[in-house]
């Protein structure tokens, strides 16, 4: 069994780097930091062994790990200046930094050298073990400034990155700070930090892997976002906080007497809550943020986020919130604000308040279409700072702001809204939680959010009048069918009208007259009944013959030239249809033939057996149809060969209900020939027809 688990985590460390001081040798040394890498990971793996061969045969000696402590941390400071070299020949570093890290490093290192060379030696011992942990500490204070210093330069040369070594060597020098602090605070090594160090070490090999194979092909650029900058920094800064009032308590504790205890319970519990505080507070969580942003990034904002954070936002298409609040937020958002406020154009052309959000406005908000702002936003895409404005008035030229504007408490950038060229809104944003710096990112980010934000406002307004225009055209479309069938009922009433003087002593005449005002009030009844329920499923579906019901209209048709006739004597055929419907849409299209014939021509009826369907063919002489007409006009609503006379709803009708019953409805013409109609009914069974007998010359007809 191993004796203690620094036998593992030393022996890992050591084989780990052996590998790595073998990959860099034999295949990479073609640049110094790829030998300052093989030096340090060469010189780790000895430090490493001396480790491991100490846990378990005791040898060598302290001086001799000492030594090789001291050695390891040179060889990584010496990879760090490799790294910073390079950074000065890009002419991102001041050469000063580089002389006062150098000439610092160099007298530390040679003290701390000479100091246990001569202990080691001449068993001279000049500084006692606090000294020496106050060296290891400087060593690594030493070593993460100049990781913080490649770090901060990092964009420079993210290509070849080097940012791996600087994350890897920085990790070292952190480890150690933390562990000889630790020391130095106990007056002794924890065991868990010296147990852990080895393994922390190796864990950090595949990011030194990393480079040196990266060095031969295209690199991986390795980038921390904001996010998690923000996130890590908040841990750091806890972390800290608590090893505070850690240290805090134990002295409390130890110098409270018999009121220790009790005050470092309330120390600790009062603690916690301000820090819980601090962390919940949106203000601090605002101005971290910012300080990240101006000290660790070349650009104020992690473009990727803030456009994926927008797209997510603008793409929800449900209305909660609505649409304007959406972008109130995000434009607020991008300078760290939660407050706004939006106008958008009305189609009066003057701007009204559409949301606003922690923010209170004043009772008149509508910014007139010819207001000086309005006028400047169209000469100019400027976003307005009220704080510069107010400063400075002339920098805007004397622009006069909208009391809706002026008189918002808190107001603070005014942005304005394109649509193409024209200025279709205006947005207005509170002060922020945090001082933020406008510069030329600040403004190039809102101004491109502005724009995708108002082309969706924009889309969101013409989805609003397309849907109220689809309204109105549901409402005219049943107004037309309505007309349709008045105009029906009409012409029979207009034609016993003309006739009551002629025939009004005629006792046919009045029973048809009767017959033909019943006819109209059922198609009238009908018609109310259709537009007080028009979702209603009034079905009203029967078996009814088809031949009888062609016949009959036949005999109602036989009114106007050219009078409609049936090819032959067709049996008994049997469908199921609604009889007044289906009696109105063959009746349209026959009523459609003779309109469109010369009295002198022919309309012919023609019904035919298929598997399972009739089809009825409605034949005519007339001015018939072109085929574009018949692809693209003739089954939609409101187009007719009949002009300013016809409504167009005839044929579009027929057709959907024939569908209805599982039908169709098809058309054949030829301009100045004809058209043929051919109507497809389902039968009532799989017979087909019913056969009958012909009394002429009693056969069976089939």
């Known amino acids: 069994m191993l004796p203690d688990l620094s036998v593992i985590s030393h022996g890992a460390a050591a084989t780990v780097y052996a590998i790595l001081a073998v990959l860099v040798g034999t295949r990479y040394l073609r640049r110094d930091i790829d030998r300052a890498l093989f030096l340090a990971a060469l010189v780790t793996t000895l430090w490493a062994s001396a480790l491991f061969t100490q846990s378990i045969w005791g040898q060598p000696g302290f001086f001799i790990r000492y030594l090789l402590e001291l050695l390891r941390d040179t060889t990584w400071i010496l990879l760090l200046f490799a790294?910073?070299?390079?950074?000065?020949?890009?002419?991102?570093?001041?050469g000063q930094i580089q002389r006062a890290l150098g000439i610092a490093t160099a007298v530390l290192l040679v003290t701390l050298l000479a100091l246990g060379s001569l202990e080691f030696v001449f068993n001279l011992s000049l500084v006692g073990g606090k000294t020496k942990l106050i060296g290891q500490i400087a060593l690594s204070l030493l070593g993460l400034s100049l990781a913080e210093q490649i770090w901060r330069n990092a964009p420079a040369f993210g290509r070849s990155s080097m940012k791996y070594l600087c994350i890897g060597a920085a990790t070292i020098f952190a480890f150690d700070f933390f562990m000889y602090a630790d020391a130095l605070l106990f007056g002794k090594m924890a065991d868990s930090?010296?147990?852990?160090?080895?393994?922390?070490?190796?864990?950090?090999v595949p990011l030194f892997a990393?480079?040196?194979?990266?060095?031969?092909?295209?690199?991986?650029?390795?980038?921390?976002?904001r996010s998690a900058v923000f996130h890590v920094g908040t841990l750091v800064l806890a972390g800290a906080y608590l090893l505070l009032l850690s240290v805090s308590g134990y002295y409390i504790r130890i110098l409270g007497g018999n009121w220790g205890e009790a005050l470092q319970v309330l120390l600790s519990a009062l603690a916690l809550v301000f820090l819980v505080t601090l962390l919940l507070s949106r203000r601090l969580r605002s101005k971290l943020m910012v300080l990240i942003s101006q000290n660790f990034f070349d650009y104020k904002?992690?473009?990727?986020?803030?456009?994926?954070?927008?797209?997510?936002?603008?793409?929800d298409i449900s209305d909660h919130p609505p649409l304007p609040l959406r972008a109130i937020r995000i434009l607020a958002g991008l300078v760290q604000s939660n407050a706004g406020a939006i106008w958008l154009k009305s189609d009066q052309g003057s701007y009204t308040l559409k949301d606003s959000a922690n923010l209170s406005t004043p009772r008149y908000t509508i910014i007139d279409e010819d207001a000086d702002l309005v006028?400047?936003?169209?000469?100019?895409?400027w976003i307005v700072n009220l704080d510069e404005y107010r400063a400075d008035p002339v920098s805007y030229d004397l622009l006069e702001i909208p009391d809706a504007i002026a008189k918002t408490p808190d107001a603070w950038l005014v942005i304005p809204l394109y649509l193409g060229n024209e200025l279709y809104g205006i947005a207005m944003v509170g002060r922020p939680y945090a001082r933020v710096e406008l510069n030329w990112e600040n403004f190039d980010l809102i101004k491109v959010v502005a724009r995708q934000t108002c082309n969706l406002l924009a889309q969101a307004d013409a989805q609003n009048r397309l849907s109220r225009a689809m309204q109105f055209e549901a409402v005219s479309k049943a107004s037309a069918f309505m007309v349709h069938d008045l105009k029906t009922v009409i012409a029979q009433l207009s034609l016993l009208v003309n006739n009551a003087q002629k025939h009004r002593n005629n006792p046919a005449f009045i029973d048809d007259m009767i017959t033909t005002t019943d006819h109209a009030v059922s198609k009238m009844t009908n018609l109310v009944e259709h537009i007080r329920k028009p979702t209603a499923d009034d079905d009203n579906s029967?078996?009814?013959?088809?031949?009888?019901?062609?016949?009959?209209?036949?005999?109602?048709?036989?009114?106007?030239?050219?009078?409609?006739?049936?090819e032959g004597t067709p049996p008994q055929i049997m469908v199921k249809a609604d009889s007044e419907q289906l009696r109105s849409v063959i009746g349209h299209l026959i009523q459609n033939a003779q309109d469109a014939t010369p009295p002198d021509g022919e309309v012919t009826l023609s019904l035919?057996?298929?598997?399972?369907?009739v089809v009825l063919f409605i034949q005519d002489t007339g001015c018939g149809m072109t085929d574009d007409f018949i692809s693209e006009r003739l089954f939609k609503p409101f187009e007719s060969t009949k002009g300013l006379t016809g409504m167009g709803i005839g044929a579009y009708q027929a057709r959907e209900y024939i569908q209805k019953l599982g039908g169709t409805v098809d058309a054949t013409s030829e301009p100045g020939l004809g058209s043929c109609f051919s109507i497809r009914i389902p039968l009532v069974d799989d017979s087909g027809y019913r056969p009958v007998t012909n009394t002429n010359d009693e056969s069976t007809v089939s």
Not at 210 to 225: A, E, G, H, M, Y
Not at 375 to 381: G, H, L, T, W
Not at 543 to 566: A, G, I, M, S, Y
Not at 608 to 613: D, E, L, Q, S
């Open 608 to 613: 035919k057996i298929a598997k399972g369907n």
């Open 193 to 204: 930090f010296w147990n852990a160090r080895g393994f922390l070490n190796a864990a950090l």
């Open 210 to 225: 990393i480079n040196v194979v990266n060095s031969r092909k295209q690199p991986i650029d390795f980038q921390l976002s």
């Open 301 to 315: 904002y992690d473009y990727r986020e803030e456009w994926l954070k927008m797209t997510k936002e603008l793409s």
């Open 375 to 381: 006028r400047f936003f169209s000469d100019k895409e």
């Open 83 to 94: 790294m910073l070299r390079d950074t000065l020949r890009q002419g991102q570093l001041s």
């Open 542 to 566: 029967k078996t009814l013959d088809l031949t009888q019901l062609v016949t009959n209209l036949l005999e109602h048709c036989n009114r106007q030239k050219p009078f409609p006739t049936l």
